[in-house]
């Protein structure tokens, strides 16, 4: 019993020392992978630590590039602010501002004066990107401490760095990582660049030495991932370093994090644990054993029954067994009692291994349920069920975002209240929509341990609240692409924060819904490929197969093949290609053609294929080629052409003979039979018609095919064709003023003859000949559009301003309402040609008919009348001032901007308005009494005018003027006027031009506008100009008698010019005064000169070789070439007074003043400018260069008298 009894316990024992030996194994290999895990994770944190400090940095320096201290340049109190930053923000080893060559100008430490910046990575990056930018991982070198240099670029107002506001951040705030550690535990952190240069190391404890074959070998590995573990020994110990690529996103491995541990001290405990357990059962059972030999078997014998049932039990797989005898405090009791110890770790740990293995169950259920194309609502349910199964008391939740990337969507969540889900249903995303919509929105995990003071759930807190939410985190669902999908949500009903193991399940939960919803995705694509296969293939009307790329046997085949060749669809798969196909017909070239769709193919020609029957028919294949059963294929696309290689064959050679009388004339040739089908045709006819074979028209109803509609779209029946009848009747047919229609439904004029064939005596059909008169017709409706349009403009002309008044009279005398002839005249428009050229004049008249034409009205015309002169024929106005409103909006449109060779250039323009019925009846009389009133516009420059009969030459009230005017001369009514001209350099009185007027016995002072044309008209200008010489002359030389020594100017006509007489009339004026020739000068206008340039220039070359000075009257608004000019050599140039009251208001005008003053310095003319009026105009006429100026701001016009008495008061003019 005795032995037994000894034997008994010795067996006992073995069992449970062999448990105890697996269990510390177990527990031995969990520990290590566990915390292998761990160390990941935390070299994982310390990477998205410095991804943290790095994004701070940048928020950090934007706010120091607009400090005021920065902003000020001053640099002493910038270092002493930097100085304060760094200090209370020990993250950053240095910071300060450097100029753009690399200059320290501000800086946190002190530097020495040799060192520059521009050669660091981060400096040229925020230099030349302007950007925001971050440099390699480095040793300082001002601090001398590992760190990774940021810079940010400080902009002036226009965009230009100025200077960059640079910081270190040092690496040693990572020692954070080490520092997080449990306290007790030994680690040892490394830092590492890209080079492998072992930039820093931290450690709990001691601090180990690091031999460079270790650093070499956990650098060497951490290339090859961005994360993972490595085992190395280090100072006589094994160690697990855990490495992560801590870089930024475009340089991963420009920082390498390293985190190690002793994996003895990993295991130590667990080692330790084993041999006290084995050491206290082996001493349980040597006292066992000693107790049993010495004791007696009635006391010792039941606990020891009772201590081998409990272990019995436990090697059974019982766990759960305990020795009952553990209370007692004899040998057997501590037996058991250490036995019960053991029994709770083994069951401790077998519940962990059950824990995961459940957990991995779980995974598996829903790969299951994914793989099975289950319904995602289904697999949504089954995600949040593991989720909070594993995260106790949590209440999770899937959303989905939309197609569109804005809204999300409830997936599942049927633990959180229904009115919630109906709340959030929908809502859009966005950077504060609580922790989905943010998490969706940024693509980032978002936490919120309290809802209540998370600013990103402001709008939605009250909501959250009400429902008992009291925490949510929220991780973003990543398809395999990284587009987010949607989010999945953990909330809590207490103010919670995540662990690293939640979040691991979090992001597990997710995953598995990506791959659900990928995997749902993939396979609709998958079905709806498959279902527009099948319908292409199958329901294709061609016969179609495909086979095996390198075996050609036959994988598929459509319907119509199975009809066309007879094989059964079973036969057909037994059969390869060469079992059908045999030769190629023809000597076609196999051609890959690229369709619309850009799928390529290959047309292989025509080869002679065999049917079941034995029947050889000839195909045109085409083959694609695709992957079909995980397989190279070829599908083939086949066409039966036997019947038209027949048709071919047998019209050869009738073909052949016609082709040489077909093809020998270029006149279109086809003929029908009495059906109207055709019977031929030529190649002529095919290439009119827009066909490419002939055999598209063989056969072909004609009629039908080309001539079966009229040209104003209505039908053409066959009853009224010629050419029918022809092919019916025996009577030749012909026509000009028909269509024929192209194959691409455009229709051709042609002129074509229609003849009857006959055979035998019967008649057969018609032979039809025509000719396309295309070019015909366009040059008869050109000739004719040019006869009645403009041809730069493509407006009417003045040939269809008759027919248009005529009808607009017509239609508003009907209806009672007022139609009217507008005439409108450019201002100003020489100025362009002269300045621009032609050329450009040309578009602008192009653009601004453009600009008129799509402002007319329904049932207005614009016509160009010539030149710069444009008519209107105006209908259906309520009455004269909505008349007068459209010629004003006319203008305003006229007066908009045009952009012409670069330059925007702005015109004016005078419209006058004669109206229908009450002005005239037709279109001459119209246009007449429209240009008296466009005139009175330009003169008064009002810009509108309505005629008035008053103001008409011709009115009675005029014609009495003229008359009056032939007495004026002879009556001594006329009188001079002189307006002083100022040199503007210095403002001394250096001429006067002479100014004619006509003091009129009952109308008093009239000027010369009023009566001049009609002096003109009277063949009164002559002696009137040399009546004109002489008085100026005569005041000249008063003024000479005086003590003034000036010149006078008077103004001459273009009939003067044409005067040959004048220079000879002009030179005997001054002899007989007295008076040299160089003190008078003639002023002339560009339109005046350039009427007859030959005799003008003739003219004043005659007066000018007498000494008396030309200049150009109102530069810029004649006509006037630059060439002549220069030919011409004139004395001086005078700037319009238009262009110098607009300078301030027009940069056209200033630059055309400017122009003008340059043109006439390299002309060697003197510039005078009139119309000056203020003293602003004066100085910034002097300052262009102007020599001369004339205006109000001087003096206005005043007789001899007073200008004698304004001279003899001052020699240099004053302002008044």
């Excluded at 501002?97 to 040799?114: F, H, M, N, R, T």
């Excluded at 037994?574 to 076609?588: K, N, R």
């Excluded at 030749?732 to 024929?740: L, M």
């Amino acid at each position: 019993m005795r032995v037994r009894l000894l034997l008994l316990v010795v067996l006992a024992a073995v069992p449970a020392i062999a448990l105890l030996t697996y269990n510390a194994s177990r527990e031995r290999d969990d520990l290590g992978r566990t915390e292998q895990a761990e160390a990941i994770r935390m070299v994982q944190l310390a990477a998205d630590y410095h991804g943290w400090l790095v994004n701070s940095t940048k928020e950090v320096l934007s706010s120091m590039a607009t400090a005021p201290v920065v902003a000020s340049h001053d640099w002493p109190r910038c270092s002493a602010f930097m100085n304060q930053f760094i200090a209370k923000n020990p993250r950053y080893s240095n910071m300060g501002v450097a100029s753009i060559s690399g200059e320290i100008l501000c800086s946190a430490l002190p530097v020495k004066p040799d060192i520059n910046l521009k050669d660091r990575a981060y400096f040229k990056r925020a230099l030349y990107a302007k950007d925001f930018a971050i440099g390699e991982y480095q040793i300082g070198r001002i601090t001398g401490l590992p760190s990774v240099g940021i810079g940010y670029p400080l902009l002036d107002s226009r965009g230009r760095v100025t200077a960059i506001v640079y910081a270190a951040l040092r690496l040693s705030s990572l020692q954070s990582t080490v520092d997080a550690l449990p306290p007790g535990r030994e680690a040892l952190l490394l830092m590492y660049d890209r080079n492998g240069q072992l930039l820093a190391k931290y450690a709990t404890a001691t601090q180990p030495a690091v031999p460079a074959t270790v650093s070499a070998q956990v650098f060497r590995q951490s290339l090859g991932d961005l994360s993972g573990t490595v085992d190395e020994k280090l100072a006589g110990e094994q160690w697990i370093f855990s490495y992560a690529a801590a870089g930024l996103p475009d340089d991963p491995h420009g920082l390498t994090i390293a985190l190690g541990y002793p994996v003895s001290r990993l295991v130590g405990a667990a080692q330790a644990r084993y041999r006290a357990n084995v050491a206290g059962l082996i001493g349980v059972v040597l006292a066992a054993l000693l107790a049993g030999w010495l004791g007696a078997e009635a006391f010792v014998l039941k606990q020891i029954k009772e201590l081998a049932g409990a272990i019995g039990k436990f090697s059974s797989g019982d766990f759960r067994s305990r020795a009952r005898n553990a209370e007692s405090h004899d040998e057997l009791g501590r037996l058991a009692q250490d036995f019960n110890q053991m029994a709770n770790q083994i069951e401790s740990q077998m519940e962990r291994l059950q824990s995961i293995s459940s957990r991995l169950s779980a995974q598996n259920r829903i790969l299951q349920l994914v793989s099975a194309g289950k319904p995602n609502s289904t697999i949504f349910l089954e995600i949040v069920e593991f989720a909070q199964t594993y995260i106790p008391g949590a209440v999770c939740s899937i959303m989905l975002l939309d197609a569109q990337g804005k809204h999300l969507t409830q997936g599942a969540g049927p633990a959180l209240p229904a009115d919630y889900i109906a709340a959030i249903d929908g809502v859009t995303i966005g950077p504060n929509v609580g922790s989905c919509g943010t998490s969706a929105y940024t693509g980032q995990l978002v936490v919120a341990a309290d809802i209540d003071a998370d600013p990103r759930w402001a709008d939605y807190k009250e909501l959250a609240l009400r429902h008992g939410l009291r925490a949510c985190w929220s991780t973003p669902i990543f398809a395999s692409t990284n587009r987010v999908l949607g989010t999945l949500a953990v909330y809590y009903r207490e103010v919670r924060r995540p662990t690293l193991h939640e979040l691991e399940l979090v992001e597990l939960a997710g995953g598995l819904a990506a791959i659900a919803i990928e995997q749902t995705q993939a396979k609709r694509a998958l079905v709806e490929s498959e279902h527009e296969y099948r319908y292409l293939f199958e329901r294709n009307p061609n016969p179609m197969w495909i086979h095996d790329a390198e075996t050609r046997k036959i994988l598929a085949v459509n319907d119509a093949a199975i009809q066309a060749y007879g094989f059964t669809r079973e036969e057909f798969r037994a059969l390869s290609l060469g079992d059908i196909q045999q030769l190629p017909v023809g000597d076609e070239a196999c051609v890959e053609v690229q369709s619309q769709n850009n799928a390529s193919y290959i047309d292989r020609g025509i080869w002679r294929h065999r049917k079941k029957s034995g029947e050889c028919i000839d195909v045109r294949v085409k083959t694609f080629r695709i992957r079909f059963q995980q397989r190279d294929a070829q599908l083939l696309l086949l066409q039966d052409v036997t019947s038209t290689q027949r048709a071919i064959a047998a019209l050869a050679e009738r073909d052949r003979q016609l082709e040489l009388l077909l093809e020998s004339t270029a006149e279109a040739i086809y003929g029908i039979d009495t059906a109207g089908r055709c019977t031929f045709v030529n190649r002529a006819c095919i290439t009119l018609l827009g066909f490419e074979r002939e055999d598209e028209l063989l056969g072909q109803s004609m009629h039908e095919l080309v001539h079966h509609t009229r040209v104003d779209g209505s039908g053409y029946s066959r009853e009224d064709c010629p050419i029918c009848r022809t092919s019916l009747q025996p009577a030749p047919a012909h026509k000009d003023d028909e269509v024929f229609w192209r194959r691409d439904g455009t229709a051709i004029p042609v002129e074509y003859w229609s003849y009857p064939m006959r055979q035998d005596g019967a008649l057969v059909g018609a032979v039809v000949t025509f000719f396309d008169i295309t070019e015909r017709k366009a040059q008869r409706a050109a000739l004719q559009h040019q006869a009645t349009h403009d041809a730069l403009t493509g407006l009417p002309n003045r040939a269809l301003l008759a027919e248009a008044a005529r009808r607009a009279i017509e239609a508003d005398g009907q209806y009672g309402r007022v139609s009217a002839l507008m005439l409108m005249d450019l201002d100003r428009f020489k100025e362009v040609n002269d300045t621009l050229g032609h050329q450009a004049g040309d578009q602008l008249l192009a653009k601004l008919a453009e600009r008129l034409a799509s402002l007319q009205r329904p049932g207005d015309i614009v016509v160009r009348l010539g030149g710069d002169e444009f008519a209107f024929i105006v209908t259906g106005a309520e009455s004269v001032q909505a008349l007068q409103q459209i010629a004003h909006d006319l203008l305003g449109y006229v007066r908009q901007p045009f952009d012409i060779q670069g330059a925007r250039l702005q015109i004016d323009a005078s419209i006058g308005i004669a109206i229908a019925g009450l002005h005239g009846s037709d279109a001459g009389s119209l246009l007449r009494c429209a240009d008296v009133a466009m005139y009175a516009a330009k003169q008064q420059g009002r810009g509108v005018a309505v005629y008035e009969r008053s103001k008409d030459p011709n009115s009675q009230e005029r014609l009495a003027l003229t008359s009056d005017v032939r007495l004026a001369l002879a009556q001594n009514q006329f009188e001079l006027f002189f307006q002083p001209k100022i040199d503007l350099g210095t403002e001394r009185i250096v001429g006067a031009e002479a100014l004619l007027r006509w003091r009129h016995p009952t109308r008093g002072l009239i000027l010369p506008s009023e009566f001049i044309q009609f002096i003109e008209l009277g063949d009164m200008i002559h002696p009137l100009t040399r009546w004109v010489a002489r008085q100026a002359a005569l005041a000249c030389r008063r003024m000479h008698q005086r003590g003034c020594e000036i010149s006078v100017c008077i103004n001459v006509s273009t009939r003067n010019l044409l005067d040959e007489d004048f220079p000879q009339a002009l030179h005997a004026i001054l002899g007989e005064v007295g008076l040299a020739p160089c003190h008078l000068e003639l002023e002339v206008t560009e339109s005046a000169i350039m009427l007859d340039p030959l005799r003008s220039r003739d003219v004043l070359e005659r007066i000018r070789a007498g000494g008396i000075k030309v200049s150009i009257d109102d530069f810029g608004t004649g006509y006037s070439s630059l060439g002549y000019l220069q030919a011409l050599g004139v004395d001086g140039i005078k700037i319009d007074q238009s262009f110098v009251r607009r300078m301030f208001d027009s940069a056209g005008d200033m630059t055309i003043v400017k122009s003008i003053v340059s043109l006439a310095q390299n002309l060697g003319c003197e510039v005078i400018a009139e119309g000056i009026e203020d003293h602003r105009t004066l100085e910034m006429l002097r300052l262009i260069g102007c020599d001369v100026g004339q205006g109000y701001y001087f003096g206005r016009p005043m007789p001899l008298a007073e200008l004698l008495e304004l001279m003899s008061a001052t020699e240099r003019w004053e302002p008044a």
